[in-house]
């Protein structure tokens, strides 16, 4: 079992920068491909990033990639997504999640385990 909290959201304007933080409770961390997800109101929930247990496959939504790079620091028990020229398309609510053993994945439903979501706001 894991437990998650997201951090680091905020109002920026557009072309800023963000760094988000999802901390994870438990020992086995390690073991959990992470993922990072989000939903802007009215919308579906959107696949971001991913990446494995070990940190050695990440991959991005078409939406994100070259602007946003996903990593994890396994002694910390935390995942972290850098977004960077953001867009007021980016506003949204993120998620981060977990899904334990296996690569990293753009599934929703292969995640099991769910954060409370930080808010991210980029004006115009």
């Known amino acids: 079992q894991v437990q998650l909290v997201e951090s680091g959201g905020g109002l920026v304007q557009a072309g800023g920068s963000l760094r988000l933080s999802c901390a994870a409770s438990g020992r086995t961390f390690s073991r959990y491909a992470m993922g990072w997800f989000r939903q802007a109101p009215g919308k579906e929930r959107d696949y971001v990033a991913a990446?494995?247990?070990?940190?050695?496959?990440?991959t991005y939504a078409d939406s994100v990639k070259g602007r946003s790079t996903i990593s994890r620091d396994n002694a910390k028990n935390t995942v972290y997504l850098e977004m960077n020229s953001l867009k007021p398309e980016d506003t949204a609510v993120y998620f981060c999640a977990a899904k334990l053993f296996g690569l990293a994945s753009d599934q929703l439903h292969e995640y099991a385990h769910w954060g409370q979501g930080t808010q991210v706001t980029v004006s115009s």
């Open positions: 990446i494995s247990w070990s940190g050695g496959m990440i």
